[in-house]
Every structure is written in C-alpha cells, then in structure tokens.
C-alpha cells in the first residue's frame, strides 16, 4: 500500500451546533496552562476527530505563538474560523474563555466577601508558596528551551537586571530585545551563527498518520480563508471599531481618569505585550495595576494569580481578578454597588485583553504560509522570548519576597541579618521549595499540586 495515502477514510463533515458544543466542552476542561490546552487540542481535533491534519494544525499553531497573546485561545479561533469562518471563530474563542471567566468571578465574589474567614485564608496562604514554584519552573521550563547559546543567556540576564534593579518599564525591556534580535540577525551570516536565533517554536510534526482528516495536508483553502486587501481592510476596521466604541462610551460616561476607562485603555496595551504567554505580561500587569493605579495590592494580586492557576482556560484570565478587585475596591458605579462595580471592571478587562486575539486572527491567518522559516521574523520574537525568562525569573523572586517574608524585612541595624532570617515564614518557604521539586522532578499535573498546597495552606493555619 502507498505509504503517503490516508489508511482511514476522512471524518463526515461538522455542522457549527457540533462544534460549539466541542468548544464549550473545551473551556471547561481547559486546564494545564498552554501547553496541555494545545496538547487536549491535538488529541482531540487531530488524532480522534480528525478535524485538520496534523500539518495545518500544526502550521496554525507557528502562527499563533508568533502573536502576542494566548496562543491556545487562538489556537482555538484560528480553528473554529478555518472549518465555519468568522463566527466559527468568535465562537470558539469566546467559549475557550467563558467557563473560565464565571468561575473566576465567583471566586474573586467569595475572596472579597469572605477572604478573611480562617479556612479561606488558609486555603490561600498554602497557594501562594505554589504559585512562586510555579513561575520559578515557568521560567525554567521556557529557558530550558530557548537560552541554547551565550548570546541568549546575556540578553535573559540584561532583562532580569532591567527589570528587577532598574525597574525599566517592561515594554521597553521587550522592544530593545527585539531590536537586539534584529541586529544579531541582520550581522549573523558575518559574526555568528545564524542557529542562534533560529529556537523554533519547540512543536514538531510528528511522523504518525492519523488517517484522512476534514482539512487535509493537500485540502485547497477554503473561500473565506483567502487573503485579500479588501478583507484585511474590512477586518482592521470592524476591529478598530469596536474597540473605539466601547472606548468612546466609556469615555463620555465616566471621564478619562475614571477608573473603568483606565482599565479600558491599560489592557488593550497588556494585550498587545503578551509575547511569550500569561507569565511574561504578568510584570506588566503589576506595575500598572498595583504600583500606578493601585487598583488592588501586591498581595491580592499573589492570590488573584492564585486562584487564576485553579481555573480552567488561559492564566491570563487572572486580569478579570484583577478588574474585579479593582472595580470592587474603587466603586466605580457608586460606594453602594461595590459588586456591580466589580463585575463591571472584571467585564472590562476581559473584553479589552481578549478583543486583540480574535482581530490578529482574522486579520492575519491569510499570511500563515509567510511565517513558515523566516529568520527576519523568527529572530527578534527569539530574542523577546529570551528577554521573557529574565522578567519571569523577577517575577518569581518578586513573588517569594512577599511569601516568604510578609510583613517585610526588619530594618534595624543590629543583627539585621539573623533578624531577618528569623523572620522568614519557613513552612511557606519549605513548602515552594518542595513544590518546586514535584514540579521539576516527578512532573505533578498542576491542579492536583494546586490542591494540595492548598488544603496543607488550610491545615497549617486551623490546626498548626
């Protein structure tokens, strides 16, 4: 038998009500960050439903974690616009997110309106020590893959000390990243070796054939996937212009310091920074929503990261935490309404992260076959990606000074070193240290480490 054809007939075609169904499914049981979203994905679409080849999904993924964004959503956007156009994509992308969404506003309701009840708090003061081994193996696990070379390393290493020392703003650090990676790559065939910032998006085709799929390695593109001028022109303007409405209205009803138009315009500049996934942003999100606006404090923002690692769909759903929080503690809608200012702002920064996703996608899946092995392109996002470990690797030591020393180190003089041992929380610390290790050494899924930290957290605080 010719081994290039499909042993497997290829799968009747799906109706949109089939599809809907798959992507509400989909967001309820999207945990495990990117990764295990994409990897559900492909398990599902590619070796069991057999939606797309193996090629195209793949294809579609390059392109998707060249944007800034969260690749998995649009991973999902892509997919539902390529089998049932534009609202197959709206579709899928919003569903990939809503389940999410719900439950992280509950949950922020019952962190407001009950935080401070002991087995609450417990549950939280034993997350926190496991979100700082999970950003510490974020960091790890991305610089496993990316910083191959010196030339890496120090640009990883210049954005830790940017960051953390200096306190450069984290758009900054990623734009002369990304002007370095253009240079290496312009004076690489003269001084280096152009492999390195060729590190790849770390996904390859497998050689399994799964059978003959819907949308097939050779499956002519489908009409409305065609580039055109016209399209994109079409595209850029409907998106554009939901975005300026919403901005518009929020503008003329609340002014522009309010706080729900502040909200408005900072994560649609979030949405556009997020290269290299939740974690990377998440530097940014702070500096503005804690240090400028003060919308909540570092230590909501700990436990909003928290509870966001317990949800299913994107981490970076955690800024609908964040717009809670912040909506709750400024009463935008009046000292009376603080939970329908919150849901309001957790509203707001949800629709301005995310709008970007679905624009990028339509706008730009016509182009994907341009992405395919240009260096022009691959070596600046390489070198943002390098520069993305060291803020990560910031992000991690910021998180464990405030876990493991909560109420800050002790200022005097005398002894201040011992003092400050001393005053270390030492089960918090054991316990991101031994978290770490089940991370790094035997692999633990998330959620059941997430889980446990949090009931140790509760027994520690009711019992100990």
């Not at 309820?28 to 069991?48: N, R, T, W, Y």
């Not at 060729?198 to 097939?216: E, F, K, V």
């Not at 009409?223 to 016209?230: E, G």
């Not at 759903?317 to 702002?345: K, Y």
Request: charged share 10%; proline share 5%; glycine share 10%.
């Amino acid at each position: 038998m010719d081994q290039t054809e499909p042993p497997i007939s290829a799968p009747p075609p799906v109706t949109l009500a089939q599809a809907t169904w798959y992507w509400l499914k989909l967001g309820c049981i999207s945990f495990g960050g990117p990764a295990g979203q994409i990897a559900i994905m492909h398990h599902d679409l590619v070796e069991k439903k057999r939606w797309l080849s193996e090629k195209r999904f793949l294809h579609a993924l390059n392109y998707c974690m060249v944007l800034p964004g969260p690749e998995a959503q649009q991973l999902a956007v892509y997919i539902g616009w390529l089998m049932h156009r534009t609202w197959g994509g709206i579709i899928a992308g919003t569903l990939f997110v809503l389940p999410a969404f719900f439950l992280l506003l509950l949950l922020a309701w019952i962190y407001m309106a009950y935080g401070t009840l002991p087995a609450v708090a417990g549950v939280l003061y034993g997350i926190k020590p496991a979100v700082v081994a999970l950003v510490a193996f974020a960091a790890y696990r991305i610089g496993h893959k990316i910083l191959k070379n010196p030339l890496l390393w120090g640009i990883s290493i210049f954005s830790f000390i940017a960051i953390f020392i200096f306190h450069l703003p984290f758009p900054l650090i990623i734009l002369i990243a990304a002007l370095m990676g253009y240079a290496g790559e312009r004076y690489a065939p003269k001084y280096l070796s152009p492999k390195y910032f060729s590190a790849g998006s770390g996904h390859h085709a497998s050689r399994t054939q799964y059978g003959a799929a819907l949308i097939d390695d050779h499956t002519a593109i489908p009409a409305h996937a065609l580039f055109s001028w016209r399209k994109l022109a079409c595209v850029l303007a409907v998106g554009v212009g939901i975005w300026l409405v919403t901005m518009t209205f929020l503008y003329t009803r609340y002014g522009w310091e309010n706080t729900a138009t502040q909200m408005g315009w900072f994560f649609t500049k979030a949405a556009l920074l997020t290269f290299g996934g939740a974690y990377a942003v998440l530097p940014y999100v702070y500096q503005g929503a804690v240090e400028n606006y003060h919308w909540l404090s570092a230590a909501q923002m700990m436990d909003g990261l928290a509870l966001g690692e317990t949800t299913p769909g994107p981490l970076i759903i955690v800024i609908t935490f964040v717009g809670f929080v912040g909506g709750w503690n400024h009463a935008i809608s009046g000292a009376d309404a603080a939970l329908i200012s919150a849901l309001m702002a957790g509203s707001i920064a949800t629709f301005f992260t995310f709008l970007p996703s679905f624009i990028f996608i339509f706008m730009g899946a016509p182009f994907i076959e341009t992405t395919r092995g240009n260096l022009k392109l691959t070596a600046p996002l390489t070198a943002i990606t390098a520069a993305v470990v060291g803020v990560i690797a910031s992000l991690a030591l910021f998180f464990a000074y405030h876990v493991f020393w909560p109420m800050g180190f002790i200022s005097s003089a005398e002894g201040l070193m011992a003092r400050n041992i001393l005053a270390m929380d030492w089960f918090a610390a054991g316990l991101a240290i031994s978290t770490t290790i089940v991370l790094v050494r035997y692999k633990v899924g998330v959620i059941p480490t997430i889980f446990a930290c949090g009931i140790l957290g509760m027994a520690w605080k009711l019992w100990g």
